[in-house]
């Protein structure tokens, strides 16, 4: 290949991770003279132009929204490398159509989630918020509105059993649950035995488990998957914890089973709109947990995602299949063939 192999940064790293963005290029690129990176334009909606995307031959995307639209015309790109794991802003058909392969970073991800849907477990179980706004006000432990409760044998469910919540339930097998419980339609039990997991069925998670983690992906057959009769069928004792996709649940259910007390309380780090309106009702809520969609992102996961994403491309620069492609369709493309055995000589 005699051509600089060009990697655009989607803007929004700026933003939101810039230092760490700029050191995985320095570490993964710097010895690769023929590579170049530069910062992508700002576009509205972190929406990706095909005029842009046509100038380089791979992507690095945080929240970058990309469709069929934007690949109209696009023969260079060969591959969107997305730091993390949801890709429901991306297209992936389109990808496939256009000769372009998405890459996404599982094992740089299930560590940090799992550690922080364990945080909210315990979070939830000790109260923590509540007791530390109950201090600040002058308040001391009569003034509690509930007590904490025991994890030890109670029943851990997972509406989705892939990657993150097969770490979440080995993170938290030394924890005392009694029993793991899990819904997947892509998972047998077979698959899971040895680990202690029981798949069922996701009303039984509902009705069973005294926490509630949903950890599966966002995409049109899962879009709003929990709903309010979900809510209504847990135990009036259970906590439900959503680390996932914000529109895989039915946002107004959520805050009507907190408000009506139909559960105990709720740890919440993703929206239906990111950021969330000021106005959410869910921030009225004194048994709700909230955070801004980063409660994972800690140092290392950075740093991981990055080089995972970066090994990626350089795989795909060297004229390689790289690790970690979703859209699996497209290694059998032509055209996605045709850019590889470009880039391999």
């Not at 940064?9 to 990176?37: G, N, Q």
């Not at 392969?101 to 918020?129: G, M, Y």
């Not at 994890?151 to 059993?161: K, R, Y």
Request: proline content about 6%.
């Amino acid at each position: 290949m005699t051509h600089p192999f060009r990697i655009g940064v989607s803007h929004d790293f700026l933003a939101e991770a810039r230092e760490h963005v700029e050191t995985v290029l320095r570490d993964k690129f710097a010895a690769h003279p023929r590579i170049e990176c530069e910062t992508m334009p700002p576009h509205p909606e972190k929406y990706a132009m095909a005029e842009v995307l046509n100038r380089y031959d791979a992507v690095f995307a945080l929240a970058t929204k990309i469709d069929a639209e934007s690949l109209r015309g696009v023969d260079r790109l060969a591959v969107v490398s997305r730091w993390g794991v949801g890709y429901d802003r991306i297209d992936t058909d389109a990808l496939t159509a256009a000769g372009v392969a998405l890459t996404i970073t599982p094992n740089a991800v299930k560590r940090p989630v799992a550690e922080a849907i364990v945080t909210l477990i315990f979070a939830l179980s000790k109260n923590l918020i509540v007791q530390d706004r109950v201090v600040r006000s002058g308040g001391w432990r009569g003034n509690l509105p509930r007590l904490g409760v025991n994890i030890q044998g109670t029943t851990l469910g997972s509406v989705g059993c892939g990657n993150i919540g097969r770490e979440m339930f080995r993170l938290a097998k030394g924890l005392g649950f009694g029993r793991f419980i899990a819904c997947d339609p892509f998972v047998t039990q077979d698959q899971v035995r040895d680990e202690g997991i029981e798949i069922v069925d996701q009303d039984t998670v509902f009705r069973e488990s005294d926490y509630v983690t949903v950890n599966t992906l966002l995409n049109a057959s899962t879009r709003g998957l929990v709903q309010e009769r979900h809510f209504r069928m847990m135990k009036p004792t259970a906590f439900f914890i959503n680390t996932a996709r914000g529109p895989l649940v039915d946002h107004s259910a959520l805050v009507k089973a907190l408000r009506e007390k139909w559960i105990v309380a709720a740890g919440i780090d993703v929206f239906p709109v990111e950021p969330p309106p000021k106005d959410d009702p869910l921030f009225e809520l004194d048994n709700a947990i909230v955070a801004p969609h980063a409660l994972a992102w800690t140092n290392e996961l950075m740093r991981n995602n990055g080089y995972e994403a970066s090994d990626s491309v350089l795989q795909a620069a060297r004229g390689e299949v790289p690790n970690g492609v979703v859209n699996r369709a497209v290694l059998s493309s032509p055209a996605f063939q045709e850019k590889l055995k470009r880039y391999a000589e």
